[in-house]
């Protein structure tokens, strides 16, 4: 169940007021880092994106957040059950939305997150929502492949994305583009 946070303004007007909890996550893809606020998870980081460090604080967001890659990465998936804090209502974020309905093991196009998102020509759009994904895994963007099927670039790296969806082909989910 993803919960959607309403659109605030706050983020504009009291910036320097949000309390951020950052935890350094061990997977096996190398280190992640989460961020979270009091409203939801914010963030999830690749070490190469050189993230703040982070402080090992937590909060009930993090834990469930923690837990739930625990169960990811030990090859069971579970539906997230955190809120996750995404704002506006763009293309973009509309987008980012629409990756949390593939199925684990399962490929989409970037065709299907266009029209999922309700822009089927925004296709280079669709591209860079998932290249400006702030929740990867969460909000599964690596499982966006090319329409020849090729998996084509990530966040992470491209061998971090075929070992994800080799990882969730492996442990029983399906496939198909």
Sequence with gaps: MLVRLPRTDRFIAHKDTILEFWHRFDSPIGPLSLCATERGLARVAFASEHPP???????????????????YFSGRFLPV????ELDDDSF?????????????????????????????????????ACATNPLPLVLPCHRIVRADGTVGRYRGGQLVKVWLLEHERNHGATTGV
């Design 53 to 71: 460090t982070p402080s090992d604080s937590t909060n009930h967001i993090l834990e469930k957040a923690i837990v739930w890659l625990q169960s």
């Design 81 to 84: 059950d955190f809120p996750l």
């Design 92 to 128: 973009t974020r509309r987008a980012q939305w629409a990756l949390a309905d593939i199925p684990p093991g399962s490929t989409r196009s970037y065709f299907w997150l266009a029209q999922a998102a309700g822009s089927p020509s925004a296709i280079r759009a669709a591209g860079t």
